[in-house]
């Protein structure tokens, strides 16, 4: 089988479905145990692996069934880490007009420590549920820094930001040779700094931060560049990258021009899922800055959006791309999972479902094989 990411993958996240809502809060009011909750996320799983399988996805993840928010329940599993309840100053958009926030600020209080692993468990009951592929999904940690700078680093834990940087890095080197351990074979980090910043208003309000947004997407690049380097030769490393979603709604816009130079040159990524299901996203010129050896995974097809998307149309977008990137060495996904918080994207499992069989078809015709 070939290694990933596949020709039709998809970034991670499903729709949770509503008995596992429904457990998660009678969990928090206190009405059954952690144990009953987990018998819920465990069947909940067992359910999001044959719904990817029927897909014909060979991808295949928990649905982040277990995480009420991508980033937060991951990167507070370190010590030193903490939740503040507190909301960038920058608001979700919907394409209607509406608007929303999420409360995931994090800040770094004293020195980062990984005391046991975070994924480990969950990873070990994914392999044991499919026959195919089990894909891991953890955030990069550049998100903490980006969200207020210096501000969010504790001086009294950090005198010296490069020292912060190095923990970070070493946490997650534990965390990824574990994995390894137990049969890893794909990790994917969710990177959304990089797409951020090519957003003027996200831009300034960096710079209010205290920071040239040049200089830290070259300094994110090479940090995620350093956790990549981190990986056994037994596991493959790619980097997602997003321009936000929240319940259908985005945060960012902009075209990868302004970054690719530096982001786009990470000699230990082995591929890249990028965003581009809307205009929002610009073209795929930048593509040109990727090395032709690795993957390339559009993200052509919205998981935001209900509309279904033709296959013609999806042909026609990679064809696009490929005046820009080896079509050998192109993929199709989603561009960004169906549920970053357990909130979810406003579609339907029917819905989810249809995009996900599309994108094994759509790879199929194109490339006479999904994997």
Not at 58 to 75: N, Q, S, W
Not at 149 to 162: F, H, L, N, Q
Not at 308 to 334: G, H, M, T, V, Y
Request: with cysteine.
């Amino acid at each position: 089988m070939a290694k990933p990411p596949f020709r039709a993958d998809h970034v991670g996240s499903l729709l949770r479905p509503a008995a596992l809502h429904e457990a998660r809060d009678r969990r928090a009011k206190g009405e059954i145990s952690a144990d009953d909750l987990r018998t819920v996320e465990d069947r909940a799983i067992r359910d999001a692996v044959a719904l990817q399988e029927s897909a014909g996805l060979h991808a295949i993840t928990d649905g982040e069934f277990r995480r009420g928010h991508y980033l937060v329940d991951f990167l507070t599993g370190f010590e030193g880490i903490v939740p503040t309840n507190t909301s960038y100053a920058l608001a979700f958009k919907g394409d209607g007009g509406e608007s929303g926030e999420t409360r995931s600020m994090l800040t770094v209080t004293s020195k980062i420590k990984r005391n046991k692993p975070v994924m480990l468990d969950s990873f070990n009951f994914l392999k044991a549920a499919t026959k195919r592929t089990p894909k891991v999904c953890i955030p990069s940690p550049t998100w903490i820094h980006m969200r207020g700078g210096r501000k969010t680093v504790a001086e009294t834990a950090y005198p010296d930001i490069a020292e912060f940087w190095r923990d970070l890095v070493r946490a997650f080197h534990e965390e990824m040779r574990d994995l390894a351990a137990a049969g890893c074979t794909y990790l994917q980090l969710d990177e959304i700094s990089f797409a951020f910043l090519c957003d003027a208003t996200i831009r300034e309000r960096i710079r209010q931060d205290g920071l040239d947004p040049d200089q830290v997407t070259r300094d994110y690049a090479k940090i995620v560049n350093d956790i990549a380097a981190g990986a056994p030769d037994s596991m493959i490393v790619t980097v997602h990258t997003c321009r936000g979603n929240f319940q259908s709604m985005w945060m960012a816009e902009g075209g990868y021009d302004r970054v690719a130079g530096a982001v786009f040159n990470q000699p230990d990524v082995d591929g890249y899922f990028l965003e581009y299901d809307s205009d929002r996203s610009g073209g795929f010129e930048p593509l040109k800055y990727i090395a032709k050896d690795k993957k390339v995974v559009l993200g052509i097809v919205s998981s935001k959006r209900a509309e279904i998307e033709s296959k013609d149309q999806l042909k026609r977008r990679i064809d696009e791309a490929e005046k820009f990137f080896p079509l050998e060495n192109l993929c199709l996904s989603p561009q960004c999972g169906f549920a970053s918080t357990h909130h979810g994207n406003k579609i339907t499992e029917d819905v989810e479902k249809r995009k996900l069989a599309l994108i094994v078809e759509t790879a199929n015709d194109i490339w006479g094989s999904a994997v």
